[in-house]
């Protein structure tokens, strides 16, 4: 069966600092993965999503990912983090939306 | 473009009343929509595949005559809650997926924040 696993509860940076993410998963198949962002009271926004080919993949306000599948794993990156960026980061792996499976969360704090 | 929008944003009722949720797609037409349900500090869970003109699909543990969805027309699903109870206290998010689209792309709504006393 399919599962995400972000180790990751909660991780502060500083506004400017680097930041990397990470998930791992478990899944019979090459799989489709995303990265979405929730912020407080609000639905998720896709960041950025793997199907295939480049395994470096670029998404929306700076952010990137790769997969790696020797370590089966998905992290999300951004070189430089603003306060807005302070928010739920969720990683998901599936083939389809009910076939969809999202990791526990982590929360992002950007300190001044 | 791929708008969805929840209403109400925030809920209080009282123990054993029912609560009515719409999940409304404004620009784009939804044959699919999909209610999840996030607990605080975890994952979302879906509870069950919403299709428009059909009866929806329960996942395994979600008690469909607890949770009732209708799909009425191509851009509304509703979720009501019926006789709530506060360990139903949770945070409903809905989404839907573009009429002919990829199956694996969803846009989310905003959520909707239960409270039961």
């Known amino acids: 069966a399919q599962s995400v696993t972000q180790p990751d509860i909660h991780i502060t940076v500083s506004e400017g600092a680097s930041l990397e993410l990470r998930c791992n998963y478990s899944?019979?198949?090459?799989?489709?993965l995303f990265w979405y962002v929730q912020s407080p009271g609000q639905g998720l926004q896709l960041l950025l999503k793997?199907?295939?080919?480049?395994?470096l993949v670029q998404g929306i306000k700076g952010f990137e990912a790769e997969f790696k599948r020797s370590q089966s794993s998905f992290n999300l990156r951004k070189p430089s983090v603003h306060w807005s960026d302070a928010a739920e980061y969720f990683c998901a792996v599936g083939g389809s939306v009910r076939d969809m499976r999202f990791g526990a969360g982590t929360r992002l704090t950007v300190k001044p | 473009g791929a708008v969805v929008s929840q209403h109400p944003s925030r809920v209080i009722c009282k123990s054993g009343t029912s609560v009515k949720i719409e999940c409304r797609s404004l620009?784009?037409?939804?044959?699919?929509m999909f209610w999840y349900r996030q607990f605080p500090k975890k994952s979302l869970m879906l509870m069950a595949t919403?299709?428009?003109?059909?009866?929806?699909?329960?996942e395994q543990g979600v008690e469909k005559d607890k949770f009732l969805i209708n799909h009425a027309s191509l851009t509304l699903s509703t979720l009501t809650v019926t006789s709530a109870h506060p360990e139903d206290s949770s945070f409903y998010i809905c989404?839907?997926?573009?009429?002919?689209?990829?199956?694996?792309?969803?846009?989310f709504g905003p959520g909707t924040r239960l409270l039961v006393l």
């Open positions: 989404s839907a997926r573009l009429a002919g689209g990829p199956q694996e792309t969803q846009y």
């Open positions: 919403s299709n428009e003109g059909s009866k929806a699909t329960y």
């Open positions: 793997y199907f295939s080919g480049d395994t």
């Open positions: 620009d784009f037409q939804a044959t699919t």
């Open positions: 899944y019979g198949a090459t799989p489709y």
